[in-house]
């Protein structure tokens, strides 16, 4: 196997830009794969390329070629081809889709291609004809990328960091991945990703503000994702901008500060590009979904230094559940500037307005959900959450030299929702009676987020430093005013009888509650290389956090004047260790802790302390076939202490005390096997207890996390000239018994999916059309998505859907 790409090295001679641009060369390069066929060296083949980005075009061209390409990217940025439409030779292609970029091309070590800058005529005439075998590795924004596989990632370090050389578990979900399941909802693309489960929150089935239990540990359905790094309030996130989700696995308050133990979901969002890109997309399946997709990014100006993205999308969609429906629309347009090589802008903003039933799910009956039919629910035709938000995203950064470099911005979010919700108030009878209660109000809520870092490349006696210093500001208001009532007992074996709405709605409003959540952190990390093998990194983090919180069963007014506000400080250190053992192996180790939600006051006026975690990990990461198939295999020991637990003297108060343990296994793997197949799989063992509490649930297992879960998904392109451009796939998803409360007092059975999808794909003159189907749960297997025992939800039984999408 080849070396991944050299080390960095803070040169010292002239010869620095020859060995950087090498360094980007090797860095985009992929080892020889054997060809489908063998052929001679001057051997014709019929190729169908049309015209774009000279990125896509050469990798198209390597793809159906099987060669070997190798191209340093800013050497191809911005350039066009008119693309390749016949029969040639590998020569003969690769000379006519460089013609007028004033590229070419040489083989290299006998058995690679790289492409570098025409210094005469010659150059593109007289290289010898040479047949190689491989595959050309992508632009990662390039939106035909076919990978499964990312090499880098950002959420864990903040700088774009590769995997090989983290200290800590990150998965990536790509779009490839997310483009080939059709994911549309967050928990689409997560169930590729091992130790994560869903709980359900408000939305069911539609894909509302749905939690996470990351680790055993929930994340909480109102800071369970992050968008590009910074926390967002809710999660009604559209999939229309998403490029793809990294998860960070175990505490994450070494750089983001008050979060849950469990880990952190960080959606990144797509960029716009220097090239000309447009798509639309028409979706459409069970359960009458629809759902729109349409993209056009480029860029504005001749030089291209300024470039623009506007991505939209329309979801119409109905349930299996009764009365559940989805409405949304989603518009996010963006600009990146770059008025020097040095400094670049970024402005992009999103509205989202989202209308969906609350499917509240079912309720438990004595250890298990109800046996009702799995289509019945307590919502009533014509009720509806409504809910929207603006939020606007701007960050610049410069580079003062090629090692030091400043960043900066600031996220606002305004949101507001009308809810109107009925549920099940408890659990049911064994005669299936069961209290309907009805939920009626609004809450508005609004975020600000500024944060600045400054990183840095240096090195002091022979040691090789990737510095971090920044800090952040962040504030989340959320006003509450509803009520709350109970409606009727109805039967849950039996149709829902109607109800008067007008009259649950009339005031007065039971619940009135303001809330907020502030917090001024700073923070540094250095990644420090020694011999070129060993990687240490060490960060603290400091945060001065507040918490304040009202409530009223009058009005806001009386909520305003009882509202209390609780300082909390707090360190978080982090230290990880990894040495790269190998070109295809690591090893690595980690400490870090973190910084938990509030607790609260005690009875006495005094703070509670806030809860914490305290996390070990080892673990082995391996790289094969030049970084194409990577994988990832964890040992974790992760600890949560200060969780409130009923006080052994006074029952009705509470005292910090409590404990969670969660240790495990955990294998995550994506990549290529071979040219042709693409994989993403992943196992979990998630052994979980409750060690110290006072409630007598002690030695019971946490809920919602199973002890062994995993998947496998997989993709077959067919290589074969009479089936080029089709491509089948399937995965299948398990879990083991859940339990769906602390005290284990219900729980789920083990259950596995089975998903499939197949797609052709040809071009129409300039455009690239894919036609695609994907059956998810073929065989309609039921499960619950748990939540507390008047409220789990059914999976969706077979849901078939297909799309078509044209690009060019």
């Known amino acids: 196997m080849s070396k991944r790409k050299p080390k960095h090295h803070i040169d010292k001679t002239s010869s620095s830009v020859q060995q950087t641009i090498t360094g980007l060369v090797l860095a985009t390069s992929l080892v020889a794969m054997p060809a489908l066929a063998a052929e001679p060296a001057g051997a014709e083949r019929s190729y169908h390329i049309s015209s774009g980005t000279l990125s896509h075009a050469l990798s198209q061209f390597a793809g159906n070629a099987g060669i070997m390409l190798s191209a340093d990217a800013r050497l191809t940025d911005g350039k066009t081809s008119q693309g390749l439409e016949g029969e040639f030779t590998v020569e003969q292609g690769l000379q006519k889709l460089l013609v007028g970029t004033g590229l070419t091309y040489t083989f290299t070590a006998g058995d690679a291609v790289a492409i570098k800058v025409a210094e005469s005529s010659a150059d593109v005439s007289t290289l010898p004809a040479v047949r190689v075998e491989g595959k050309a ?229 004595g250890n298990r959900v109800a046996p009702a039919l799995i289509s019945r629910t307590f919502a009533q035709q014509g009720l509806a959450d409504k809910d929207s938000y603006w939020l606007v995203d701007f960050n610049w950064s410069h580079s003062f030299n090629d090692n030091w470099k400043i960043r900066n911005g600031m996220v606002i979010v305004e949101g507001d929702a009308n809810l109107q919700e009925t549920y099940a108030d408890g659990k049911a009878a064994v005669n299936g009676d069961t209290p309907r209660g009805a939920w009626f109000g609004g809450l508005g809520y609004d975020t600000q987020t500024v944060y600045l870092d400054l990183t840095g490349k240096f090195n002091t006696f022979g040691i090789d430093h990737n510095m971090l210093i920044g800090g952040d500001y962040y504030h989340q208001r959320t006003r509450d005013q509803a009520t709350a009532r109970a409606l009727d007992t109805v039967n849950i074996f039996q149709s829902m009888p109607l109800f008067d709405v007008q009259a649950a709605m009339q005031p007065p409003f039971g619940y009135s509650a303001i809330e907020d959540n502030e917090w001024f952190g700073v923070y540094g990390q250095d990644e420090i290389t020694l011999w070129d093998k060993l990687h240490v990194m060490g960060g603290l983090r400091y945060d001065i956090s507040t918490y304040g919180y009202g409530y009223s069963d009058q009005n806001l007014a009386l909520a305003s004047a009882a509202y209390d506000d609780i300082e909390e ?92 343990r969660s240790q495990g296994l955990e294998w995550d793997v994506s990549g290529q096997l071979t040219n042709a197949l693409s994989m993403i799989g992943t196992y979990a063992y998630t052994d979980t207890e409750i060690t110290k509490d006072n409630s007598g649930v002690q030695g019971n297992r946490l809920p919602y996390a199973p002890l062994h879960s995993g998947s496998l998904w997989m993709k077959y392109d067919f290589q074969q000239d009479f089936l080029k451009g089709f491509s089948v796939g399937a995965g299948i998803y398990a879990a083991g018994l859940r339990y769906g409360d602390r005290d284990n007092s219900f729980y789920d059975d083990a259950y596995a999916r089975l998903d499939l999808m197949a797609a052709y794909r040809m071009n129409i003159g300039k455009t690239r059309l894919t036609a695609q189907v994907n059956i998810n749960n073929v065989s309609s297997t039921q499960y619950y998505i748990q939540r507390a025992t008047w409220s789990n939800n059914p999976a969706e039984p077979l849901m078939a859907f297909g799309s078509i999408r044209l690009e060019y």
């Open 137 to 365: 590795v992508y632009n990662e924004a390039d939106p035909y990328n076919p990978d499964y596989n990312r090499r880098n990632a950002s959420t864990a370090t903040k700088i774009d960091t590769a995997l090989m050389e983290t200290p800590m578990s990150v998965q990536v979900i790509p779009q490839a991945v997310i483009r080939d399941q059709q994911a549309f909802r967050l928990q689409d693309a997560l169930k590729n990703v091992s130790g994560v489960q869903q709980k359900s929150s408000n939305g069911g089935t539609t894909g509302g503000a749905d939690a996470y239990v990351v680790r055993g540990f929930e994340l909480g359905f109102r800071s369970n994702y992050y968008r590009n790094g910074i926390r967002m309030q809710k999660s009604s996130a559209d999939f229309a901008n998403l490029d793809r989700v990294e998860v960070v696995k175990g505490p994450a308050s070494g750089l983001y500060g008050r979060i849950e133990a469990g880990g952190l979901i960080n959606l990144v969002t797509k960029k716009p590009l220097a090239d000309p890109y447009y798509s639309i997309e028409q979706r459409f399946g069970s359960y009458d979904y629809y759902r729109t997709e349409a993209t056009a990014t480029g860029p504005v100006t001749d030089d291209k230094s300024l470039a623009y993205r506007l991505d939209m999308s329309y979801l119409d969609s109905n349930s299996f559940r009764d009365n559940v429906f989805n409405d949304r629309i989603f518009f996010a347009p963006s600009l990146s500037w770059k008025p020097t090589d040095r400094t670049e802008l970024n402005l992009s903003v999103e509205y989202l307005d989202d209308e969906k039933t609350y499917d509240s799910g079912l309720p438990v009956t």
């Open 569 to 660: 400080n707090n360190l978080s250190p982090r230290v990880g260790i990894l040495y790269e053992a190998s070109d295809w192996l690591s090893l690595y180790g980690h400490y870090v802790e973190s910084f938990g939600a509030n607790n609260g006051r005690q009875a006495s006026g005094k703070p509670f302390a806030p809860q914490t975690s305290a996390e070990f990990e080892g673990g082995i990461k391996t790289s094969f076939f030049d970084g194409k198939l990577t994988s990832t295999l964890a040992y974790y020991h992760l600890t949560k202490q200060n969780v409130l637990t009923p006080d052994p003297v006074t029952p009705n108060l509470s005292v910090a005390i409590g404990e969670a």
